[in-house]
């Protein structure tokens, strides 16, 4: 059973930075894609950044430019770092490691809380 543990959340004034982390218990990330999702209150959870086991990545439109995904396979850990932070990217984010040839399970860790004020 994989399991993904994020941290690295917390509170940030708007224009901050911050950097999440998400380290798996396996090597998934070696050989699986990953994303970060967030949930806001009373909104649907939305992507915010994916990257593929070959590295491609990709971004949601309200967060080009200002964040960055990034794996570190030795670690068995993926990042977002989080830039310019708005009021509106306060979430619950999440780190997902998706079913794959791989790993046939969804994986999801708890989430780590990030609250932007304004």
């Known amino acids: 059973q994989v399991q993904l543990v994020e941290s690295g959340g917390g509170l940030v004034q708007a224009g901050g930075s911050l950097r999440l982390s998400c380290v798996a218990s396996?090597?998934?990330?070696?050989?699986?894609?990953a994303g970060w999702y967030r949930q806001a209150p009373g909104k649907q959870r939305e992507l915010v950044a994916s990257i593929t086991s070959d590295g491609f990545v990709n971004y949601a439109e309200s967060v080009k430019g200002r964040c960055t995904i990034s794996r570190n396979n030795a670690k068995n850990t993926v990042y977002l770092q989080m830039n310019s932070l708005k009021p509106e990217d306060t979430a619950v984010y999440y780190c997902n490691a998706p079913p794959s040839a791989y790993f046939k399970g969804d994986y999801w860790g708890q989430g780590t809380q990030v609250t932007v004020s304004s």
């Open positions: 396996g090597s998934i990330f070696s050989v699986n894609a």
